[in-house]
């Protein structure tokens, strides 16, 4: 498995990269919800996954964090001048805080609510007597923090496109 190098992120990064994101739009999915009581096709079929990819994300996201610590020095440098990498790596490190927020605030809301948490079908916590102060930490954090990732995600996006196609300096290659 490669490591990151200051031209490219190794193979562990860009995985972890893109599957976390292929899994976080999933995630987003949750918003259908809102339409008809999620009484859709994507309420019925997508949505309903929504506990299970949430643990997973937490469960690749720990290891990515680590695998990013450890790497650090050795992958791609941020932009200059330094102010301006500065932010760019602070808006990764929120990223990733709301990236470990969602699933923690998540777990909160079953396990405070004292419903529990089953996983792919395995019940991890069974349910049973409430915990207010959990059930409101996570009731009260869970969907702000997901409209601000998601708005994160935007702006990143809109960020690296500009990368590829204004700036045309190989940012967006290193992670493709
Ligand atoms: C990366 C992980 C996650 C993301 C991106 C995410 C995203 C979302 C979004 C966008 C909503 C809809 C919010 C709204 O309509 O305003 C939502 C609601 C919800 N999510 Fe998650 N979620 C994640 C993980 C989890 C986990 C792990 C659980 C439970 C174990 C969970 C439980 C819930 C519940 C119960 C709701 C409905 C409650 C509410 O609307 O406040 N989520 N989530
Ligand atoms: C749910 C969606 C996404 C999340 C949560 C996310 C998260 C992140 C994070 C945390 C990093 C920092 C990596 C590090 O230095 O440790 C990163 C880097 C990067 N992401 Fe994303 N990303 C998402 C989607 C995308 C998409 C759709 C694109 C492309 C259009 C993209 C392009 C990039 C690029 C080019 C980098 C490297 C930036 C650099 O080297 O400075 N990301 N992403």
Redesign the pocket.
Known sequence: MKSDTPQR?GTLSRLF?WA??VL??WQALKIFDRIDDGEHWVGQTLVPWHISIGVLVLLLVVPRIAW?LRNQGN??P?PQPAWLGFL?KAG?VA??AA?VLMPVTGISIMIGNGYGLAVFGMELVAGGGEIPWLATFGGTLHSPVAWLLLAM?AG??VM??W?HFVRRDG??R??L
């Open positions: 992120y990269h976390i994101a976080v739009f990013a992958r791609p941020g760019a990764h990223l990733y990236l995600i990143h996006v690296a496109l990368h940012v967006l290193r992670m």
